[in-house]
């Protein structure tokens, strides 16, 4: 009888538990890791970055890539205007709002065209990346922060689509529209906390 091969199961389970070597004290004023950890750093944002994740996973090619693009860019051009001081009105209302439209869009399993799709992810990853701009620490790199700050916004877009290739079973469709419910959900409730 063959052994299991553990190489990749212990490999994975070490990668999990370490813990990053801090190398310099006082912290990583806005570094790579704080860009890394500040998407995930509000429900607010992870609820909205997943739901991009899951709605290209309901429509499919070629929006199961394009969506997770247009978020990034469209929350970099606003995180400069934040950055610069530039203003946007209803930048809280914004963010919960998107949970809710997208929330929504995966619930009910929405498809529009392709490009009104990447309008309404662009439009609400304009909020979200206002909200991240201007709360970059002063002492930042921003360079290294946006490269952290992309990188944790992809993996999101990646944990959205891979729950949303549950919905090629009959159990995972609902799984999908369970977890668009509680995006939604969400949203309402961020909408509440930011009247």
């Known amino acids: 009888m063959d052994k299991p091969n553990t190489f990749?199961?212990?490999?994975?389970?070490?990668?999990?538990?370490?813990?990053?070597?801090?190398?310099?004290?006082?912290?990583?004023?806005?570094?790579?890791?704080?860009g890394l950890m500040h998407p995930i750093s509000g429900l607010d944002h992870v609820v909205a970055m997943i739901a991009v994740g899951l709605w290209g996973g309901i429509l499919g090619a070629p929006a199961i890539w394009l969506l997770p693009i247009v978020f990034p860019l469209a929350m970099a051009v606003a995180g400069a205007l934040g950055v610069a001081g530039i203003p946007l009105p209803g930048v809280e209302a914004g963010i919960a709002l998107s949970g809710i439209m997208l929330g929504l869009l995966v619930v009910f399993s929405v498809r529009t065209p392709l490009w009104m799709a990447a309008l309404v992810v662009g439009f609400f990853a304009l909020f979200h990346g206002h909200a991240h701009g201007t709360e970059l620490p002063e002492a930042g790199n921003p360079t290294v922060y946006a490269?952290?700050?992309?990188?944790?916004?992809?993996?999101?877009?990646?944990?959205?689509?891979?729950?949303?290739?549950?919905?090629?079973?009959?159990?995972?469709?609902?799984?999908?529209?369970?977890c668009g419910a509680a995006i939604a959900l969400a949203g309402g409730l961020f909408l509440v906390g930011a009247a």
């Open 8 to 34: 990749w199961p212990c490999l994975l389970t070490m990668v999990l538990i370490a813990s990053p070597a801090m190398a310099h004290v006082g912290g990583d004023l806005g570094g790579f890791q704080s």
């Open 147 to 178: 490269v952290g700050f992309v990188l944790s916004t992809g993996l999101l877009h990646l944990l959205g689509i891979a729950v949303g290739q549950l919905g090629k079973w009959q159990i995972g469709q609902f799984v999908v529209r369970l």
